[in-house]
């Protein structure tokens, strides 16, 4: 068995090296004995895809983020996409615009869904190793519950962070509203630096009272701080071990923002509402509500504005974080660094152990509420 495993290792080490941005599906690898022996059968099969990548930047040592009375550099934008809306999970839809083939990876950022949950559909019991999940909940309720004996509630505006580290098993399930509306909100998947990739999994929560608010331009810009910094007001936060910036901001017609960004983050806008014009001079683009606005690293800030005869004000999720300068190598819900990590993944979550020892025979209670 370790020989006929070895080989199948031997395999995909040539295939990467022939084709480094080549995407595979390890179930076309590995054969169904092994396979049935060393990994689950009940992950979805959107999330059993293998892909390795190579990120060219370099991880800074300092934050730097410019003055911004003296910014003159806009970041421009790379690339925009809508975002499709898929099923997910049992029964949940989501609109994905990291982790797709229009956006496999930015570094650090490896997943981010624009989720809608219903009654009886939600995340019941799943494994993760080796990323961090942030939730943020838009409307509606979500509970949380893992194995080492966490559980937690968010509502609208709330967060919570969880660490997966060398392991976690986890459920998340929505409320039912009294009006029957879905539970909508976002989740973003934060890599871990390769040296805390088997840290100690943890949760956390945030709720909205808690997040400091900043306005500009005569009060036709709203910014929830949720970490980072904007217009004068800090809310550094320990999100990820990975440093992250996460602004929720809401531009009202006739209002502009310029928002600093630390030099040489990764960074992105996913449009919630509206219509948003992002960029500088003649350098813009008008911006629907579902888009994933992808901007260069180089730069110093990014400029949004809603034009005066807007029917609405544009909200949407401005993203910056510190780039890893290491190998994603990810099959469903384990991000490691080698393909030998992931099947040392996948025999430990099926064995129960190097992490995983708390999932043999554990069961969510609020997982229990799925109706299959």
Same mark, same amino acid.
């Given at each position: 068995?370790?020989?006929?495993?070895?080989?199948?290792?031997?395999?995909?080490?040539?295939?990467?090296?022939?084709?480094?941005?080549?995407?595979?599906?390890?179930?076309?690898?590995?054969?169904?004995?092994?396979?049935?022996?060393?990994?689950?059968?009940?992950?979805?099969?959107?999330?059993?895809?293998?892909?390795?990548?190579?990120?060219?930047?370099?991880?800074?040592?300092?934050?730097?983020?410019?003055?911004?009375?003296?910014?003159?550099? $806009?970041?421009?934008?790379?690339?925009?996409?809508? @975002?499709?809306?898929?099923?997910?999970? @049992?029964? @949940?839809?989501?609109?994905?615009?990291?982790?797709?083939?229009?956006?496999?990876?930015?570094?650090?950022?490896?997943?981010?869904?624009?989720?809608?949950?219903?009654?009886?559909?939600?995340?019941?019991?799943?494994?993760?190793?080796?990323?961090?999940?942030?939730?943020?909940?838009?409307? #509606?309720?979500?509970?949380?519950?893992?194995?080492?004996?966490?559980?937690?509630?968010?509502?609208?505006?709330?967060?919570?962070?969880?660490?997966?580290?060398?392991?976690?098993?986890?459920?998340?399930?929505?409320?039912?509203?009294?009006?029957?509306?879905?539970?909508?909100?976002?989740?973003?998947?934060?890599?871990?630096?390769?040296?805390?990739?088997?840290?100690?999994?943890?949760?956390?929560?945030?709720?909205?009272?808690?997040?400091?608010?900043?306005?500009? &331009?005569?009060?036709?810009?709203?910014?929830?701080?949720?970490?980072?910094?904007?217009?004068?007001?800090?809310?550094?936060?320990?999100?990820?071990?990975?440093?992250?910036?996460?602004?929720?901001?809401?531009?009202?017609?006739?209002?502009?923002?310029?928002?600093?960004?630390?030099?040489?983050?990764?960074?992105?806008?996913?449009?919630?509402?509206?219509?948003?014009?992002?960029?500088? #001079?003649?350098?813009?683009?008008?911006?629907?509500?579902?888009?994933?606005?992808?901007?260069?690293?180089?730069?110093?800030?990014?400029?949004?504005?809603? $034009?005066?005869?807007?029917?609405?004000?544009?909200?949407?999720?401005?993203?910056?974080?510190?780039?890893? &300068?290491?190998?994603?190598?990810?099959?469903?819900?384990?991000?490691?660094?080698?393909?030998?990590?992931?099947?040392?993944?996948?025999?430990?979550?099926?064995?129960?152990?190097?992490?995983?020892?708390?999932?043999?025979?554990?069961?969510?209670?609020?997982?229990?509420?799925?109706?299959?």
């Amino acid at each position: 068995m370790k020989l006929l495993l070895s080989f199948c290792i031997g395999i995909i080490a040539i295939l990467y090296t022939a084709s480094y941005h080549y995407t595979f599906n390890l179930r076309d690898l590995i054969p169904s004995t092994i396979l049935a022996d060393h990994f689950p059968a009940n992950l979805t099969t959107n999330t059993t895809t293998t892909s390795t990548t190579n990120t060219t930047n370099t991880t800074p040592t300092d934050i730097i983020i410019p003055p911004t009375d003296t910014m003159t550099l $806009p970041r421009s934008i790379r690339q925009v996409f809508l @975002a499709i809306e898929q099923a997910e999970g @049992a029964g @949940a839809r989501v609109r994905r615009s990291i982790g797709t083939p229009k956006l496999r990876h930015l570094s650090p950022f490896l997943m981010l869904d624009h989720f809608t949950i219903g009654t009886g559909a939600g995340f019941p019991d799943h494994p993760h190793r080796g990323q961090e999940t942030i939730t943020y909940l838009l409307s #509606g309720g979500v509970d949380h519950e893992d194995f080492a004996g966490n559980r937690g509630t968010i509502g609208p505006g709330d967060l919570q962070f969880m660490t997966a580290g060398k392991g976690i098993m986890h459920a998340e399930m929505p409320h039912e509203n009294p009006d029957g509306a879905p539970n909508v909100g976002m989740q973003l998947w934060v890599d871990l630096p390769k040296d805390l990739k088997y840290c100690e999994p943890r949760y956390r929560d945030l709720r909205s009272a808690e997040i400091p608010r900043a306005t500009a &331009d005569d009060g036709r810009v709203t910014v929830k701080v949720i970490s980072g910094q904007s217009h004068g007001v800090d809310s550094v936060r320990d999100l990820a071990y990975t440093p992250v910036w996460l602004l929720d901001i809401a531009v009202k017609p006739g209002g502009r923002v310029r928002q600093a960004l630390p030099l040489g983050w990764n960074a992105f806008a996913y449009t919630l509402q509206g219509a948003t014009v992002f960029g500088s #001079g003649d350098q813009t683009r008008n911006v629907k509500e579902f888009h994933n606005v992808v901007f260069e690293q180089q730069g110093e800030f990014v400029e949004a504005s809603v $034009p005066d005869n807007a029917e609405e004000e544009g909200r949407f999720l401005l993203v910056a974080g510190q780039p890893l &300068d290491q190998k994603v190598v990810q099959y469903g819900p384990f991000v490691v660094t080698s393909e030998e990590e992931v099947y040392q993944a996948m025999m430990d979550f099926r064995t129960a152990s190097n992490g995983f020892e708390k999932s043999r025979g554990w069961e969510s209670e609020i997982g229990k509420r799925m109706a299959f």
